[in-house]
């Protein structure tokens, strides 16, 4: 067994006193599981697309918050979109129109 540091002993001693204690995902967070997981199994075709870098930087960001992969919260996020489910909320409405626009290249 290799040497632990002071932080490996550190949680194995509190381990072995009883002192850390197991959680469980709460059934939102199994949810939001079972639908990413749902989502990967139902494909079917692939889409390509284009997006500005700062647009699938910020997805890529969101997606890292929401744990999943990033094209799995594209999506997910066009599920609900098609679906009537995806709502937009006032303040993204605001954010939205203060954004300045991304120039568009040729092609």
Partial sequence: ????????KEILDAYEK????STSPSKATLA???AAATATFLKEKRVNIRLSTPDLMDIQARALEEGM???T???S???K???GRLVESESSL???STRTPQKRGAG
């Fill in 77 to 79: 996020v066009l599920h």
């Fill in 18 to 21: 009883g002192e850390l204690k």
């Fill in 32 to 34: 939001k599981f079972k």
């Fill in 94 to 96: 605001t954010r939205h």
């Fill in 69 to 71: 992969p990033y094209q």
């Fill in 1 to 8: 067994m290799k040497k632990l540091d002071a932080f490996e």
């Fill in 81 to 83: 979109f098609v679906s």
């Fill in 73 to 75: 919260l594209i999506a």
